[in-house]
């Protein structure tokens, strides 16, 4: 009964993509909680930035009349 259990259950730990720290099982990939959040705010802060432009600078000839 010599079964390296430990080469299956021990897996490979990467860093934090946000510090860099290693990752916890709980975490993963992430090294806490508060990395996690942060992670999710910058897709959420990134989600909203990306698509919204302001129109007061839009030549009125551009937009299509009806
Ligand atoms: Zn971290």
Do not use: H, Q
Not at 7 to 29: A, G, H, N, Q
Not at 44 to 66: K, L
């Amino acid at each position: 009964m010599t079964v390296n259990d430990n080469e299956t259950s021990v897996r490979r730990m990467r860093p934090c993509p946000i510090c860099s720290k290693l990752s916890t099982r709980e975490d993963y990939p992430f090294c806490s909680d508060r990395c996690a959040k942060v992670d999710l705010n910058r897709w959420f802060s990134e989600g909203y930035t990306i698509p919204v432009v302001e129109t007061d600078d839009i030549d009125e000839s551009n937009i299509p009349e009806d």
